[in-house]
């Protein structure tokens, strides 16, 4: 058994590492060349997971056709590249078992991983690998479980078996809009939380904006036709709970960053910013209200500084729960 990962950055390849570990054959892709050579000598991925050494069965390659020989591909590259990813390797990649491991939405479309695949390849068979998770503990052979959603039942079986590992523990839906909702959306409450908590206004704020961001997210997925239940689960809450409370998160140390009116490391992916301003628009599509998201929208975008966005929020009508 074989598997492709696309993209090399901490999360692909703290994945190849489990499944090699596992017993599978990986090879990791990354379009630096010079860079995967040398991971491949050095055996580990010094800049993104120093001391995560690679399983005798990881290959690191930058030949994007020996990564993309076997059946099934897991696509972990930042959302904003992915569109980009499958239109330039159509050819390639159209009857492959893809595995989006991005969250997040489409700037240019409102999409999300799995929307995008299935719209650009459909002959491929897309499902998407989200939940609470950080690259160096699943690198590390820690306990970690998440969410695969695949819309085809068999093949989301066929996959949960194959991607499954001794410390990654798989749990299966079908429910692929309510996990691109829920790993999408709860970056962008994690900014908020980061904000809150930069700002200094404390951790009962931090957690009156997490229950209240649960219950926008669960708004606007049910707006969409996602069951509730796929939001209250690994991909959801669990994710959420993870992201807005831990410093290992880049979203979450942005939100910190905008609080403490502090300039973030240029360069970094911080796929929540992109969300908020995708998911304005799908919302307003839909009547749903997504206050937090509006106000972390305008933050980003210097319209709002976190005294008025705090003072926005709560003055808002007051209502049962």
Not at 75 to 103: F, H, R, W
Not at 128 to 137: R, V
Not at 236 to 255: A, I, K, V
């Amino acid at each position: 058994m074989s598997i492709g990962v696309i993209g090399a950055g901490a999360f692909g390849t703290s994945l190849a590492i489990s499944l090699a570990a596992a017993g599978r054959d990986v090879v990791l892709w990354g379009r630096d060349a010079a860079a995967m050579a040398e991971m491949q000598s050095a055996r580990e991925n010094a800049r993104r997971l120093p001391g995560a050494g690679f399983p005798e069965r990881l290959t690191a390659t930058g030949d994007f056709a020996e990564a993309t020989a076997p059946d099934t591909l897991l696509l972990s590259v930042p959302m904003q590249q992915l569109e980009t990813l499958l239109t330039d390797n159509a050819g390639t990649l159209a009857q492959k078992s893809l595995v989006a491991c991005c969250k997040g939405f489409s700037l240019r479309t409102g999409e999300g991983p799995v929307s995008l695949i299935s719209r650009i390849l459909p002959q491929a068979q897309a499902a998407i690998l989200t939940g609470p998770s950080f690259a160096a503990d699943i690198a590390r052979g820690l306990p970690t479980a998440l969410t695969l959603a695949c819309g085809d039942k068999e093949s989301g079986r066929r996959l949960q078996e194959q991607l499954s590992t001794r410390n990654l523990r798989l749990y299966r839906t079908t429910d692929v809009t309510g996990a691109e909702l829920g790993g999408g959306l709860k970056n962008v409450i994690a900014i908020a939380s980061g904000v809150v908590i930069g700002a200094g206004l404390g951790e009962s704020a931090r957690a009156a904006l997490m229950t209240r961001g649960f219950a926008e997210m669960t708004r606007i997925a049910q707006a969409l036709g996602a069951r509730p239940e796929t939001l209250a689960g690994l991909s959801g809450f669990g994710d959420l709970t993870l992201t807005c409370t831990s410093t290992q998160s880049r979203n979450y140390r942005f939100g910190q960053a905008l609080g403490r009116n502090e300039e973030f490391a240029a360069g970094t992916t911080v796929e929540g910013a992109a969300t908020a301003r995708a998911m304005l628009g799908v919302a307003e599509r839909h009547g749903a209200e997504m206050p937090i998201t509006r106000a972390v929208t305008a933050i980003i975008a210097g319209e709002l500084d976190v005294g008025a966005a705090m003072d926005q929020l709560l003055a808002r009508p007051l209502k049962e729960e």
